[in-house]
Structures are given as structure tokens and as C-alpha cells.
């Protein structure tokens, strides 16, 4: 059984529906990636399944459960965590106070303050510091961090890379891989948002490519090129949809055009 | 000397507003919510308090035992009923809904108890006159001490549970972002009432104290409310500024009242005004700072 099934899935803002019955299954242990432009609609789909943005029709099922009406904290007790894009943190508490304050989920695990600071080293002489002061690679690691506290079975990643240097980003990638995936120490499952295509194709199971709020092609990492990915970033269709796409995700390519 | 009395007398004035206003700031800080029947609510657990001790002779100080649980379950549902559905709806609605739940408050307070004016200081015994003999000749009350005391212990009591506690944790994630907040398991609703029903339990002291010192009617909350609400204003909406705010309202009222006989409230209102001018100008003028400083980078670069 998948771990996360969203069946029909749609959310609006006002007037605009940005998620437009989006269905996915997500496996134990996997990383999937979802790619798209400005605008598909894959931070309003993120915060969705997190709780912070209402369904507006379809459901979202969590392990078995349908948590489409739960609210967010509810879904972070079940073991649903997002990493918010732009990191969110608390700017006036510091940072020990930032991950103390996700225990609030009451899950148990293997992370806690210690094994948070053991995968994010660089936090350790920051502990005391207000957390609105330090770097933004350093407010990045605290927000997977305060994520990791709630000690989630599927961690929502959104843009971690937004805003920071080069150096900053292979460092929260290569702790992020100490927890991604099956066979990792944790074997967290992880779907992502990343604007950097060459990165996604090494870190993702999964690949699935968003426009205008609709899925419109998905396949595995490895059976996808960057070039048809490309492709479905700008919603060219200079040639046919990836072998896996479903049969919804061509149809709807379709009648885009 | 007599200048230095009215300075003391100011502190001891202002021991009690900061305590009057601590639950008012509080919500604030946390909520954003200005409880505008926060007078009112200090008024209704004064009348507790007065039923207990006239009926069932139970000493004032004693009664609180009871009415702080009562005041804290009260806030509770205030939040549930009136605070969390207005909030919903923008920032100047709960201002409405307060406001309409004060005149509700103040009426049928009237229609169970009369216009009679009341007070506890029967019911504490020596303590509502004794006082001590400072060097200089100077006497302090010592209710007014016992009531400054009692001030800075809620606030930094306040103070340090925001800084020390799981709770105090989650009451600042959710009041600088609620959303963000959820999103590490934090019941915000659940934070958010459990901070009302905190701010309550201060109330039912600040009511405590207030019907010790003085008298009270039905109609007394409203007034008791512009004195917090200048204290909080005076003091920037910290908890330590809401000290300093009262004793700034307290010594102002006091010195006033000692250059004029109509001076005591004159005073109070003139300070809170300037305190609110100088933020307004004060902000304009590092504005127009900040503009002409990046004014000068632009034109350079």
C-alpha cells in the first residue's frame, strides 16, 4: 500500500484554481520530484497535503486514513511534515528554541536535539542564537531541523535552495541523503520541489512534471530525460508525452492545445 | 519633599495599573486582540470575589483560589464563542465583538447586583489602611505595595514562562506565525485559548485588587479599561513595557494631581498622547532617515 494516495485533489486561490484534480500515489521510502514553471501550482499542492491551504475537492489519504480535514497540526502528528518555502522560522526564538518547539507534534523517533545537530553540525555553536540572525543556509538547515523534530514519516521539501550560495545548498543535499530514500538510516519518503533540474534527476526515484495546476507527465528519474522534462516545464509539446505518463496526464495535454 | 511623596505614590498607582493592564497586554502581544471588555471582566470577578466574601465571609485573598480557575474557564470560552470567530473575520471585529460583549457584561451586571457601589476593603481588615513609615516621613500603603509586588511577580512570572516553558514556546511560535506554527504540530487554537484563559486568571487578580483598593460599580469596567489600555500604549505592549507604562500612567496622575486638583487625569491622558505623537513622529522621522540614507547610496552608486 502507498504511503500518501491523492485522489481528485484541487485547491483554490479565490477565483484561480491552482490545483486542478491532481492524483498521485507515493511509495514507502521514495523521493519524488515535482517539476514545473512559476505558477503550476506545486507549493499551493505542497501546502495542501500539509493542512495550511483548504481542500477544495478530492481527498488526501495518509497511510490509510483520509486526513483531507484534518488540520495541519493533526497531519504533523500523523507524521506528514512540510518544510515551508522561504524556511519560516520563529526570527526572534532562537534556535534551540526552534526545534524544541516542533516537539509539540508528540511523536516518537530516532530524531531528536541531538541526532538534528549530529546530521546539522554547523547549528551546534548557533544553538543560543536568535534564529532571524544567522545565514540563510544556516535557517535552512533549522527549518528541515524543526522539521525532523516532528520525527515525520514523509517530510514535504519545498524550494530548500531558494536564496542560497552553491556551498550552502551541497551542504543541506548532503544532509538531506543521510534521511532521503529507502535504505538510508531513516528511510524518510520525501516528495520535493526543486528549481534545479540537474539536482533533481540525482536525488529523485520519481519525476512528475506540473503545468497550470494539472500533472502533465510523470516517469522514473531514470527513464526521463532533462530534455522532456524541458519540454513539459514551458508546455511545449514538440514531441510525445514520456512512456509512463498516465493516460489522464495525455489526455489533458490534449486539450491544452 | 512633598514632590518625592507624589513620586512614590505615582510608583505605588502605577504597581496597579501595570497589574490591571498585564492581561490586556498579554492577549495583545499574543493574539493581536485588544479586549475591549477587559475592564468589565476585572469588574464581574471583583463582584465574585464580593459574593464570597459577604456571604460566605471568605477573605478576599482566599476567594481568589476559587475565582482565578473561574476567570481562566471563562477566557477559555471566550475564546471559543467570541474571540476565535471574530478574529477570522479581520482585525476590527473582535474591537466590535468585545466591545458589544463589555456592554453586555455591564448591563446585566447592573440588572443582577443593582447600582450599589461596592468594596472589599471591609472584608480585608487592617490591610486596606495600614501602611508603612518610610525615612522622610513618607507613608506607603501596604496594599499599594502588596499590589506592585503582585504586578511585577505576574509579569515576570508571564516573562519567564514564555522564555522557559513548552508552552511559553508555543504561545510565541503561534503569535508570530500560527500558520508556520500548525506546521510543527502546534494546536494554535488550542495555544491561543489556553493564552485567554491565562490572561483571565490575571484579570481575576487585577479585579481582586482593584475592589480592595477603591470602590466599584457595574459601570466602573470601562474606566478601568482606559487606564490599562494607556498603560500598555505607554509602555510599547512588552510585558516589561506594560510595568514601566503603569508607573509612567501612575507617577504622571500622581504629580498632576499635585499641580492642580483636576490635574490627576488631565496628566495620565497628556502623557499617553505624547508617548503616542513622539511614536508616530519618531517613526515618520526614521522613515524619512532610512529614505534619505539610501537616497544618498543610490545617488553615489
Redesign the interface.
Request: hydrophobic residues 50%; positive net charge.
Given at each position: 500500500m502507498s504511503l500518501l494516495k491523492i485522489e481528485g485533489l484541487e485547491a483554490r486561490h479565490g477565483l484561480l484554481t491552482a490545483v486542478q484534480g491532481i492524483s498521485l500515489e507515493i511509495e514507502h521510502g521514495e523521493t519524488l520530484a515535482l517539476v514545473g514553471a512559476n505558477g503550476a501550482g506545486k507549493t499551493t499542492l505542497l501546502r495542501t497535503l500539509a493542512g495550511v491551504h483548504p481542500v477544495a475537492g478530492g481527498r488526501i489519504v495518509f497511510d490509510g486514513v483520509d486526513v483531507s480535514a484534518l488540520p495541519a497540526h493533526r497531519r504533523v502528528a500523523a507524521g506528514l511534515a512540510l518544510v515551508p518555502e522561504g524556511r519560516k522560522l520563529f526570527p526572534a526564538m532562537t534556535v534551540q528554541e526552534n526545534l524544541l518547539v516542533a516537539l509539540s507534534a508528540k511523536r516518537e523517533g530516532n530524531w531528536n536535539l541531538g541526532s538534528v545537530l549530529e546530521a546539522f553540525p554547523q547549528l551546534k555553536p548557533k544553538l543560543k542564537a536568535a534564529a532571524g540572525t544567522l545565514s540563510g543556509g544556516q535557517q535552512q538547515a533549522v527549518a528541515i531541523g524543526r522539521a525532523l523534530m516532528t520525527n515525520p514519516r514523509m517530510l514535504l521539501l519545498d524550494e530548500v535552495s531558494l536564496g542560497l550560495s552553491p556551498l550552502a545548498v551541497q551542504s543541506v543535499y548532503n544532509s538531506l541523503r543521510t534521511l532521503m530514500g529507502k535504505g538510508t538510516a531513516h528511510g524518510t519518503t520525501v516528495v520535493l520541489v526543486e528549481q534545479d533540474l540537474q539536482r533533481t534527476f540525482q536525488v529523485a526515484d520519481r519525476i512528475v512534471c506540473m503545468l497550470e495546476g494539472k500533472v502533465v507527465a510523470s516517469g522514473r528519474a531514470d527513464e526521463m530525460t532533462r530534455e522532456q522534462v524541458m519540454e513539459h516545464y514551458f508546455g511545449h509539446r514538440t514531441s510525445t508525452s514520456t512512456s509512463s505518463a498516465d493516460s489522464s496526464a495525455t489526455s489533458q495535454q490534449a486539450t491544452a492545445t | 519633599m512633598i514632590w518625592l511623596n507624589q513620586l512614590v505614590q505615582g510608583l505605588m498607582l502605577g504597581g496597579y495599573y501595570a497589574l490591571l493592564a498585564c492581561g490586556l497586554s498579554f492577549m495583545f502581544g499574543v493574539m493581536g486582540i485588544i479586549n475591549l471588555a477587559h475592564g468589565s471582566l476585572a469588574v464581574l470577578a471583583a463582584y465574585m470575589l464580593f459574593i464570597l466574601a459577604e456571604r460566605f465571609e471568605v477573605h478576599p485573598l482566599l476567594g481568589l483560589a476559587a475565582v482565578v480557575p473561574v476567570m481562566a474557564l471563562i477566557g477559555w470560552v471566550l475564546h471559543r464563542l467570541v474571540l476565535e470567530r471574530s478574529a477570522r473575520a479581520g482585525a476590527l471585529i473582535p474591537l466590535l465583538s468585545t466591545f458589544g460583549l463589555a456592554s453586555v457584561l455591564d448591563n446585566s451586571m447592573f440588572q443582577a447586583f443593582g447600582a450599589d457601589t461596592r468594596s472589599l476593603a471591609p472584608y480585608i481588615d487592617t490591610l486596606s489602611y495600614d501602611g508603612w513609615t518610610l525615612p522622610g516621613g513618607i507613608i506607603v500603603g501596604q496594599l499599594a505595595v502588596l499590589t506592585l509586588a503582585v504586578a511585577i511577580a505576574l509579569l515576570g512570572g508571564l516573562h519567564l514562562m514564555l522564555t522557559h516553558t513548552?508552552l511559553g514556546?508555543?504561545i510565541?511560535?503561534a503569535a508570530?506565525?500560527p500558520?508556520?506554527?500548525?506546521?510543527?504540530?502546534?494546536?494554535?487554537?488550542a495555544v491561543y485559548a489556553a493564552s485567554t484563559a491565562i490572561a483571565m486568571a490575571t484579570v481575576a487578580v487585577a479585579g481582586a485588587f482593584l475592589a480592595m483598593r477603591a470602590t466599584f460599580d457595574p459601570y466602573t469596567g470601562p474606566y478601568q479599561l482606559i487606564f490599562a489600555f494607556e498603560a500598555v500604549i505607554i509602555g510599547g505592549g512588552s510585558l516589561w513595557g506594560t510595568l514601566l507604562g503603569g508607573i509612567v500612567l501612575g507617577i504622571a496622575q500622581s504629580i498632576g494631581a499635585q499641580v492642580h486638583p483636576q490635574g490627576f487625569l488631565i496628566a495620565g491622558h497628556v502623557v499617553f498622547l505624547a508617548v503616542l505623537l513622539a511614536r508616530v513622529y519618531a517613526a515618520n522621522t526614521l522613515r524619512r532617515c532610512i529614505r534619505s540614507f539610501t537616497g544618498r547610496f543610490r545617488s553615489r552608486a
Amino acid at each position: 500500500m502507498s504511503l500518501l494516495k491523492i485522489e481528485g485533489l484541487e485547491a483554490r486561490h479565490g477565483l484561480l484554481t491552482a490545483v486542478q484534480g491532481i492524483s498521485l500515489e507515493i511509495e514507502h521510502g521514495e523521493t519524488l520530484a515535482l517539476v514545473g514553471a512559476n505558477g503550476a501550482g506545486k507549493t499551493t499542492l505542497l501546502r495542501t497535503l500539509a493542512g495550511v491551504h483548504p481542500v477544495a475537492g478530492g481527498r488526501i489519504v495518509f497511510d490509510g486514513v483520509d486526513v483531507s480535514a484534518l488540520p495541519a497540526h493533526r497531519r504533523v502528528a500523523a507524521g506528514l511534515a512540510l518544510v515551508p518555502e522561504g524556511r519560516k522560522l520563529f526570527p526572534a526564538m532562537t534556535v534551540q528554541e526552534n526545534l524544541l518547539v516542533a516537539l509539540s507534534a508528540k511523536r516518537e523517533g530516532n530524531w531528536n536535539l541531538g541526532s538534528v545537530l549530529e546530521a546539522f553540525p554547523q547549528l551546534k555553536p548557533k544553538l543560543k542564537a536568535a534564529a532571524g540572525t544567522l545565514s540563510g543556509g544556516q535557517q535552512q538547515a533549522v527549518a528541515i531541523g524543526r522539521a525532523l523534530m516532528t520525527n515525520p514519516r514523509m517530510l514535504l521539501l519545498d524550494e530548500v535552495s531558494l536564496g542560497l550560495s552553491p556551498l550552502a545548498v551541497q551542504s543541506v543535499y548532503n544532509s538531506l541523503r543521510t534521511l532521503m530514500g529507502k535504505g538510508t538510516a531513516h528511510g524518510t519518503t520525501v516528495v520535493l520541489v526543486e528549481q534545479d533540474l540537474q539536482r533533481t534527476f540525482q536525488v529523485a526515484d520519481r519525476i512528475v512534471c506540473m503545468l497550470e495546476g494539472k500533472v502533465v507527465a510523470s516517469g522514473r528519474a531514470d527513464e526521463m530525460t532533462r530534455e522532456q522534462v524541458m519540454e513539459h516545464y514551458f508546455g511545449h509539446r514538440t514531441s510525445t508525452s514520456t512512456s509512463s505518463a498516465d493516460s489522464s496526464a495525455t489526455s489533458q495535454q490534449a486539450t491544452a492545445t | 519633599m512633598i514632590w518625592l511623596n507624589q513620586l512614590v505614590q505615582g510608583l505605588m498607582l502605577g504597581g496597579y495599573y501595570a497589574l490591571l493592564a498585564c492581561g490586556l497586554s498579554f492577549m495583545f502581544g499574543v493574539m493581536g486582540i485588544i479586549n475591549l471588555a477587559h475592564g468589565s471582566l476585572a469588574v464581574l470577578a471583583a463582584y465574585m470575589l464580593f459574593i464570597l466574601a459577604e456571604r460566605f465571609e471568605v477573605h478576599p485573598l482566599l476567594g481568589l483560589a476559587a475565582v482565578v480557575p473561574v476567570m481562566a474557564l471563562i477566557g477559555w470560552v471566550l475564546h471559543r464563542l467570541v474571540l476565535e470567530r471574530s478574529a477570522r473575520a479581520g482585525a476590527l471585529i473582535p474591537l466590535l465583538s468585545t466591545f458589544g460583549l463589555a456592554s453586555v457584561l455591564d448591563n446585566s451586571m447592573f440588572q443582577a447586583f443593582g447600582a450599589d457601589t461596592r468594596s472589599l476593603a471591609p472584608y480585608i481588615d487592617t490591610l486596606s489602611y495600614d501602611g508603612w513609615t518610610l525615612p522622610g516621613g513618607i507613608i506607603v500603603g501596604q496594599l499599594a505595595v502588596l499590589t506592585l509586588a503582585v504586578a511585577i511577580a505576574l509579569l515576570g512570572g508571564l516573562h519567564l514562562m514564555l522564555t522557559h516553558t513548552a508552552l511559553g514556546r508555543r504561545i510565541r511560535a503561534a503569535a508570530h506565525d500560527p500558520d508556520t506554527a500548525q506546521l510543527v504540530g502546534v494546536d494554535a487554537r488550542a495555544v491561543y485559548a489556553a493564552s485567554t484563559a491565562i490572561a483571565m486568571a490575571t484579570v481575576a487578580v487585577a479585579g481582586a485588587f482593584l475592589a480592595m483598593r477603591a470602590t466599584f460599580d457595574p459601570y466602573t469596567g470601562p474606566y478601568q479599561l482606559i487606564f490599562a489600555f494607556e498603560a500598555v500604549i505607554i509602555g510599547g505592549g512588552s510585558l516589561w513595557g506594560t510595568l514601566l507604562g503603569g508607573i509612567v500612567l501612575g507617577i504622571a496622575q500622581s504629580i498632576g494631581a499635585q499641580v492642580h486638583p483636576q490635574g490627576f487625569l488631565i496628566a495620565g491622558h497628556v502623557v499617553f498622547l505624547a508617548v503616542l505623537l513622539a511614536r508616530v513622529y519618531a517613526a515618520n522621522t526614521l522613515r524619512r532617515c532610512i529614505r534619505s540614507f539610501t537616497g544618498r547610496f543610490r545617488s553615489r552608486a
